[in-house]
Nanobody
Framework: QVQLVESGGGLVQAGGSLRLSCAASGLSFSSTAMGWFRQDPGKQREFVAS????????YYANSVKGRFTISRDNAKNTLYLQMNSLKLEDTAVYYC??????????????????WGQGTQVTVSS
């Protein structure tokens, strides 16, 4: 079955950087569009970034544009999210997600079928 396992979360000071990874198995990774979402307690899960199967097309939420970079290594079946200039409001659980049967990136949560368990990112002042 499909498994998405995130890693790389942690505690970081405002202005710092983190890189999240998502190891995928059980799917044709290079044919699967992937995305990152995040969720604060009591809030809706929100879109952060997405990338097409070949990695040629990316989308970002306005709140992270210019600070975060999504990328993928199809040879390693791994998705990444490089987060720079972190802000207090970036604190959330970050989830990796995949779209079944399509390499076309999307920004809507409902477009994704597979989800990881999440990794906590906490930004402190």
């Amino acid at each position: 079955q499909v498994q998405l396992v995130e890693s790389g979360g942690g505690l970081v000071q405002a202005g710092g950087s983190l890189r999240l990874s998502c190891a995928a198995s059980g799917l044709s990774f290079s044919s699967t569009a992937m995305g990152w979402f995040r969720q604060d307690p009591g809030k809706q899960r929100e879109f952060v970034a997405s990338i097409s199967g070949a990695g040629l097309t990316t989308y970002y939420a306005n709140s992270v544009k210019g600070r975060f970079t999504i990328s993928r290594d199809n040879a390693k079946n791994t998705l990444y999210l490089q987060m720079n200039s972190l802000k207090l409001e970036d604190t959330a659980v970050y989830y990796c997600a995949g779209r079944s049967g399509t390499a076309v990136a999307h920004t809507e949560r409902a477009a994704y079928n597979f989800w990881g368990q999440g990794t906590q990112v906490t930004v402190s002042s």
